[in-house]
């Protein structure tokens, strides 16, 4: 089945708390090809994701992990420092705020 750029924020909504104390984070929101209605079935849902003091690469991929369980789709985390200069516009009048 595939899930709709709603459904899949209202989904990362009700994860807010347990990414927080979890895995450090916080998602800022959704871009790419699901904000463009553009996804196909083997499209991933692009989040953009700002992590907190303390976080590591555990962090990151414990949480890319747990989302693609969750949500039963591939997810691709984009960490808000990480975000390439020549993107950085682009990504932020894209992205759909959770």
């Keep these: 089945m ?3 750029l709603k459904t899949i924020i209202s989904e990362l909504k009700s994860f807010k708390v347990l990414i927080k104390e979890r895995y450090k984070a916080e998602i800022i ?4 090809s699901y904000v463009r209605n553009e996804q196909k079935q083997s499209s991933d849902v692009d989040l953009l994701v700002r992590f907190f003091e303390g976080a590591s690469l555990f962090d990151l991929v414990g949480l890319a992990n747990y989302l693609e369980d969750a949500l039963h789709i591939n997810v691709d985390i984009v960490s808000e420092r990480a975000i390439r200069e020549e993107l950085k516009e682009t990504i932020y009048e894209e992205v759909v705020k959770i």
């Design 29 to 32: 929101g959704v871009f790419g």
């Design 2 to 4: 595939d899930k709709g």
